[in-house]
């Protein structure tokens, strides 16, 4: 080839070469400006105006929870992608209510309860006075579900007026405890599951030594149920203007009353008095019109949704106070070793809140929030002992217990100056428990397998499951735990004034309600939060209505301007989308159980001692 050629050749492809690389970086400059003017945007963006005389639509999903579970960054991202959010906080509820009751441009609240699947009484009962608070400032209630379970209509019943689909039903079954019992099954396989537990109420462990419920625990059962039961028929008779008899009797004979009414569950609960309209959505979207008006666009009524009204009011987020206030750490879920995300209660992690707490001056009293049935004992211990040294350096600690505070969540609330519970609270429980399970014999016969091997002591493999438990070990492990509830009853003798017969008779594993606990003097007063905190601000002389500062995870700012970002950006995402909850549904009884059974699987004490209570509440 010529030299000139191919010189030109070369100059072209390096012209060429040259024009591309402009090009990509043409390109992603442009990608860049146009993200970066994105994010500027979404940043800067002025958030939700409330429209006025609008209504507060309140549509929780899922459970309603003292606190949410998992990183928060990444519920913000599982928004934004349409999945699923299964928990609301009670907070943000009690917290919205609060706000529209004195906001003049909310005309009216809607609470879509379709979607509503589980809450506490206790949160049930806060929600429920709030929701009265929002009627007593004149403004309408109207609520809604294609079905009511048990915890939606208590809700609903605090409405003025209450909408139920033509197809839908309202079930209300009251409350049970029922678990599954392993003894046969694990006899069958020869499965060995060692127990080793203090008190015959201790109920955890008997599906690995029965059948069937014993009559300790049915008798500790049926006396709390029936207490719940109560408050709920109570509070819902009082709502509905009618007697908790006649409530009674309409479920008793339900099966009478469906018959009769040919089958038609709606037409049933709109003849019991349970439910005043049978709406069709294009009905209820009128009646709504009627109260607060068309939207701009018309394309419907008047609304605001919860997420757009915090935000717009500025209560998206927890207060931090400036200057002296009581700090409130949130001690909700099970109870387990080590560091642990919201949700769950860390050993390391709740007591470094309660350290930083303790440990900052501003802070001048501890609320101990506790919606836990608790777990593991030593994580519980390590949380105790830093209240006891907060108490111990003058700062008042207040417990406030949630709809339940079990065993390790009572463990941990005898490092107090006060306890309060609400009157449904479920409390007590005060064992201790471990199980060892071993299943040498199944692999032996069923597989072939035998497991051998030697060892510099006994110990090196006595507790394997798949050889059999050395007794020596069992002895031990019977002492660790007679050790631990001897350690128990200390606890709650010394923080109560009671000696040590006395907490033992009341102890055993045997559950209380609230106000059960304060007459056996548990709990020294009933009452919610608020009240947990009006009394450590007394305590810690910061008048009735002090400052609040929330112990949180602190987040860094990147992490907390991702989350800013996202969230703002999922303002314009399509709401998740997550199915309505059934109450008939044969997947909520699978779900329970394997809630139940995960629950055991991630108890993590390291001695095996296990302060938890399986008082899961169906209904």
Same mark, same amino acid.
């Given at each position: 080839?010529? %030299? ?67 990183? %928060? ?97 309202? *079930? ?5 405890? @029922? &678990? ?19 008190? $015959? ?6 599906? @690995?030594? &029965? ?9 500790? @059962? ?5 207490? *719940? ?58 009646? *709504?019109? $009627? ?49 642990? %995300?919201?949700?769950? /209660? ?5 007591? $470094? ?64 100056? &006060? ?26 016969? @069923? ?119 996202? $969230? ?14 059934? %109450? ?5 009884? /699978? ?29």
């Amino acid at each position: 080839m010529e %030299p000139t050629r191919r010189s030109r050749i070369v100059r072209s492809a390096r012209a060429l070469a040259r024009g591309v690389d402009l090009a990509r970086r043409l390109t992603v400059n442009l990608i860049f400006l146009l993200l970066l003017a994105l994010a500027a945007g979404l940043l800067l963006d002025s958030g939700p105006d409330v429209p006025k005389g609008a209504a507060l639509v309140l549509a929780p999903a899922g459970a309603i929870v003292e606190q949410l579970s998992g990183d %928060p960054t990444q519920r913000v991202l599982d928004r934004l992608a349409g999945r699923a959010v299964a928990e609301v906080r009670a907070g943000d509820l009690l917290a919205a209510l609060r706000a529209a009751r004195d906001d003049g441009r909310i005309a009216a609240l809607l609470l879509d309860l379709s979607r509503l699947d589980r809450a506490g009484m206790s949160k049930l009962r806060d929600l429920a006075s709030a929701i009265e608070e929002v009627r007593g400032a004149g403004k309408r209630v109207v609520a809604t579900a294609d079905s009511y379970g048990q915890a939606a209509y208590y809700l609903a019943a605090h409405a003025d007026e209450i909408h139920l689909s033509p197809e839908g039903l309202v *079930l209300l079954q009251g409350f049970g405890i @029922y &678990r599954p019992y392993f003894k046969e099954g694990l006899d069958k396989y020869e499965i060995e599951a060692h127990v080793f537990r203090v008190g $015959e109420f201790k109920s955890a462990v008997e599906p @690995y030594l &029965r059948d069937d419920v014993s009559p300790e625990a049915r008798e500790s @059962y049926l006396d709390v149920l029936g207490a *719940l039961w109560s408050s709920y028929l109570e509070g819902v008779a009082a709502a509905r203007g009618t007697t908790p008899e006649r409530i009674a009797e309409t479920i008793d004979r339900m099966d009478e009353r469906l018959a009769a009414a040919g089958g038609d569950a709606a037409k049933l609960a709109l003849d019991a008095g349970l439910v005043d309209h049978l709406s069709h959505p294009d009905q209820l979207r009128a009646r *709504l019109v $009627e109260l607060v008006g068309e939207e701009e666009k018309g394309e419907g009524y008047r609304r605001i949704g919860l997420a757009d009204y915090l935000e717009a009011r500025g209560l998206d987020e927890r207060p931090r106070a400036e200057g002296e206030a009581v700090g409130v750490v949130v001690a909700a879920g099970t109870i387990l070793d080590g560091s642990q %995300p919201p949700g769950a /209660v860390g050993g390391d992690s709740t007591a $470094e809140l309660v350290r930083r707490a303790r440990e900052d001056d501003s802070v001048r009293a501890l609320v101990l929030r506790v919606d836990s049935p608790g777990g593991s004992a030593f994580a519980s211990e390590r949380i105790r002992r830093e209240l006891a040294v907060a108490r111990e350096q003058g700062k008042p600690v207040v417990v406030s217990m949630g709809s339940v505070a079990a065993s390790g969540g009572y463990w941990i609330a005898t490092a107090s100056d &006060r306890i309060f519970a609400d009157p449904t609270t479920i409390t007590g429980s005060i064992g201790i428990f471990g199980v060892i399970p071993t299943f040498q014999k199944p692999l032996a016969r @069923y597989l072939g397998v035998h497991v051998d091997g030697v060892g510099t002591t006994w110990l090196a493999g006595a507790a394997r499951p798949d050889r059999a438990l050395d007794p020596r070990l069992g002895a031990m492990i019977q002492r660790l735990i007679d050790r631990g509830y001897e350690d128990f009853l200390e606890r709650v003798g010394e923080a109560r004034g009671l000696e040590r017969d006395a907490v033992d008779r009341i102890a055993r594993g045997r559950i209380w309600t609230g106000a059960q606990a304060q007459r056996l003097g548990l709990v020294d007063e009933l009452g919610g939060l608020e009240a947990a905190i009006a009394a450590a601000g007394r305590l810690a002389e910061l008048g009735e209505d002090p400052s609040v500062t929330w112990i949180e995870a602190e987040e860094d700012f990147s992490d907390r301007l991702a989350r800013r970002l996202f $969230e703002t950006a999922a303002r314009f995402a399509p709401p998740p989308r997550v199915a309505p909850a059934r %109450p008939l549904a044969p997947a909520a009884r /699978v779900h329970a159980l394997l809630r139940e059974l995960e629950a055991l699987a991630e108890l993590d004490d390291p001695r095996g001692l296990l302060a938890h209570c399986f008082c899961e509440v169906d209904g």
